[in-house]
């Protein structure tokens, strides 16, 4: 298992080095200021060997700077950021008559003006769940081992997937980057599709996790059971092996998908990452965030019995460090890229619930979770079941009215097709694609053939996967 290394320059760094660069030209200022009024005595430039000295040194530390300003610019364009690049670049004084920092303004300029528009009818959306760190837990012949199967993917999977699609051309757009907000002549908001411009021959996909809270329910099966921050401000994984022992470092995609983009920063457009689908009724990101778990509950018969033995064996549990805890790593993944979206709290099916179920539902993902991670424009529906037939919203479904007044406006099913994308009258929806088990199998067989634009099954398929055929 590889631990996770610090590689590369992220968001949170780089802005840790503009702000740096910030303070060192802010020092430098001061310093020629000084240097020139102490200067003005002494006679002419360059006579007093001191004085020649501290120019010399000046120099230095200005040609130094500006290595440094090229490498974030550079930094910027290398995620398709030209805008970002040519503004950095124009924060050095006097950049028009330094043929450096212009020679980056025109390859700035002309690599943007050399990019397509892409087409929003073709991005392609992927998703997974959590990954499976041993197979041989994972995998076992009984009908958890088959769900296993099914749903998952294996580390070994994602990562040659990721590597591969990356080959390919793909860039991962974020699924906020799709859209933007404009106001018309009569004031009101409306949502319109975004232009995202990249060089020939890349192509879009768009990336989410359904989810991430490890639930009771993945114990002993080889998942790793939450996310946490470390010592550089990273987000890892404590994965707990078969003999008991605890291991921290890249065993699901978060650390895995942020270790990939530092090492090649041209996999994400701007530096997203993926989307993340949560439910609440097991808390989120492995931590047990969700108000029924209280030890008022401990006798509660209408309380899930994995919860209630869940706090017995966690005597020191309280729900405000688990928040606290669970809030850490959301502001940390959200300083890098990702962002979360509702899952329904109960992973209910949404065309089969009824609206008050769907309320309820709602309002408790409102109050566990959105304090936590923020407030989401974006519904992935759980189960992929959706509100209504492909296409334009009946309007007057009530179940599509309460969604949208309570502000959501992105909607996301199953769908596998190889891309659907559709531009409502103020909202998006999207059709995406399993990348697992059931569908690696079917792709394998022959029986199914929707994968071979992404990746040749053959290559990425896991080898310590059981035969499917095999369970029961
Ligand atoms: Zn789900």
Redesign the pocket.
Do not use: E, G
């Given at each position: 298992m590889t631990d996770f290394n610090n590689t590369g320059m992220s968001k949170k760094h780089l802005h840790q080095f503009i702000g740096i660069g910030v303070a060192v030209v802010a020092l430098l200022i001061v310093v020629i200021i000084v240097m020139a009024i102490s200067s003005k005595p002494t006679g002419g430039p360059g006579k007093n060997p001191t004085e020649s000295e501290s120019e010399a040194s000046t120099e230095a530390l200005l040609a130094e700077k500006k290595t440094q300003l090229i490498k974030e610019a550079d930094y910027l364009a290398t995620t398709y950021d030209y805008d970002g690049a040519i503004a950095l670049i124009k924060t050095w004084e006097g950049y028009a008559e330094d043929t450096d920092l212009s020679a980056k303004l025109a390859e700035y300029e002309t690599t943007k003006a050399s990019c397509k528009r892409v087409d929003m009818s073709t991005v392609t959306h992927i998703f997974y769940?959590s990954l499976v760190v041993d197979p041989e837990r994972a995998f076992v012949l009984t009908n958890s081992g088959r769900g296993n199967y099914e749903w998952m993917t294996t580390i070994d999977e994602f990562n040659k997937i990721t590597l591969e699609m990356y080959n390919r051309g793909f860039v991962i757009v974020g699924i906020h980057d799709l859209y933007r907000y404009e106001t018309d002549e009569n004031g009101n908001k409306k949502m319109v599709e975004n232009d995202i411009y990249l060089p020939e021959g890349k192509k879009v996909v768009v990336l989410s996790f359904?989810?991430l809270s490890y639930y009771h329910s993945y114990d002993n099966f080889g998942y790793a059971s939450k996310l946490l921050v470390d010592e550089n401000g990273d987000v890892i994984n404590e994965y707990i092996d078969a003999e008991g022992n605890k291991h921290y470092g890249a065993y699901d995609y978060v650390p895995l998908l942020d270790q990939f983009i530092e090492e090649h920063p041209d996999a994400s457009y701007h530096g997203a990452k993926g989307t993340v689908?949560l439910?609440g009724y097991n808390g989120i990101l492995g931590y047990r965030t969700d108000e029924t778990y209280s030890f008022d509950n401990l006798d509660n018969p209408a309380i899930d019995k994995n919860k209630r033995d869940w706090l017995k064996a966690h005597p020191e549990f309280t729900l405000e460090a688990e928040r606290a805890a669970a809030k850490e790593v959301a502001d940390a993944m959200k300083a890098n890229g990702w962002t979360f979206a509702s899952?329904t709290w109960g992973?209910l099916r949404v065309g089969d619930k009824s609206l008050s179920t769907l309320k309820t539902d709602n309002e408790k993902w409102q109050k566990n979770i959105a304090p936590i991670v923020g407030e989401t424009n974006v519904i992935?529906f759980?189960?992929g079941q959706d509100l209504g037939n492909w296409g334009k919203y009946d309007l007057n479904n009530e179940k599509v009215q309460y969604f949208m007044s309570e502000g959501f406006d992105v909607f996301c099913n199953v769908d596998s097709n190889e891309y659907r994308t559709y531009f409502g009258e103020n909202y998006l929806r999207q059709g995406r694609r399993n990348l697992d088990g059931i569908r690696f199998w079917y792709n394998l067989t022959g029986e199914q053939d929707n994968l071979s634009d992404l990746f040749d099954v053959k290559e990425i398929y896991d080898s310590t996967r059981p035969d499917y055929t095999e369970f029961p």
């Open positions: 769940h359904d989810d689908a439910t899952h992973h992935i759980a189960h």
